[in-house]
C-alpha cells in the first residue's frame, strides 16, 4: 500500500523558511517521479516543484524558482521541500505527490500524478 505523509507545515512570518518533509512508503521513490504542489480553497493544485528519478533533474514553478529547493533521500524514503523568502500568497495546504509514469517535462499538472498524500498547511503571515 502506497502511503505519503506531509510533515512540516505551520504558521511563519513573512521572509521566513520552511522545510515540508514527506514519508514515502510503498513504492520506490528511484522509480517514480515526486512532486509538491499546493492548493488554496477555491483555486486549482498548483504544482511547484518536480524531481525526477534517476538524474533527480528538477523543474520549479515560476511562482518559487529561486528560492525553492525540492529533494530527496531515497534510502530514507523522505522527499523535501525547502521554501524560503516565503511571502503571505504562499499560504496554502502543501501537499506531495508521486507518479511511475514518464512525462516530459516539467510534469506539473495535477492529473499526471497517482498517488497524493493528505497535506500540510503552510500559513504566512505579513
Known amino acids: 500500500q502506497v502511503r505519503l505523509v506531509e510533515s512540516g507545515g505551520g504558521s511563519v512570518q513573512a521572509g521566513g523558511s520552511l522545510r515540508l518533509s514527506c514519508a514515502v512508503s510503498?513504492?520506490?521513490?528511484?522509480?517514480?517521479?515526486m512532486a509538491w504542489f499546493r492548493q488554496v480553497p477555491g483555486k486549482e493544485r498548483e504544482g511547484i516543484a518536480v524531481i525526477y528519478p534517476g538524474s533527480a533533474a528538477t523543474y520549479y514553478a515560476g511562482s518559487v524558482k529561486g528560492r525553492a529547493a525540492i529533494s530527496k533521500d531515497n534510502v530514507k524514503n523522505i522527499l523535501y521541500l525547502q521554501i524560503d523568502s516565503l511571502a503571505p500568497e504562499d499560504t496554502a495546504m502543501y501537499y506531495c505527490?508521486?507518479?511511475?509514469?514518464?512525462?516530459?517535462?516539467?510534469?506539473?499538472?495535477?492529473?499526471?500524478?497517482?498517488?497524493w498524500g493528505q497535506g500540510t498547511q503552510v500559513t504566512v503571515s505579513s
Open positions: 510503498g513504492l520506490a521513490m528511484n522509480k517514480h517521479r
Open positions: 505527490s508521486a507518479t511511475p509514469r514518464r512525462y516530459p517535462p516539467p510534469a506539473l499538472e495535477s492529473s499526471l500524478y497517482n498517488y
